[in-house]
């Protein structure tokens, strides 16, 4: 089965950066359909960004374009999700999710995803 493993959170104040990481095992990301969701407290998961290594589709959030950038690096099986000028809305728990659809154009609520544990992101002063 596939297993994911974020990394990378942290706290951070406005305008900061982190990068996150999300690394498989198990299985080829290559194959699956990838996306980073985040979760804030009380609140349901919502979509920041995606992407299809197999077409090089990517899709984000309007919160987060030109701020964020997803990206693959096959050989290391690590997606990872850049993130710059972040903001305080920004806060939550970041999780990476793997499906095998064709694509995660719309953050759909895939049944057959496989996820990863989260990693926290705080953005504050």
């Known amino acids: 089965q596939l297993r994911l493993v974020e990394s990378g959170g942290g706290l951070v104040q406005p305008g900061g950066s982190l990068r996150l990481s999300c690394a498989a095992s198990g299985g080829s990301l290559d194959v699956y359909a990838i996306g980073w969701f985040r979760q804030a407290p009380g609140l349901e998961r919502e979509g920041v960004s995606a992407?299809?290594?197999?077409?090089?589709?990517?899709k984000y959030a309007d919160s987060v374009k030109g701020r964020f950038t997803i990206s693959i690096d096959s050989a290391k099986n690590t997606v990872y999700l850049q993130m710059n000028n972040l903001k305080p809305e920004d806060t939550g728990i970041y999780s990476c999710g793997a499906s095998p659809r064709p694509s995660w154009a719309a953050f759909e609520r895939y049944e057959d995803a496989y996820w990863g544990q989260g990693t926290q992101v705080t953005v504050s002063s």
């Open positions: 992407i299809k290594s197999t077409n090089d589709r990517t």
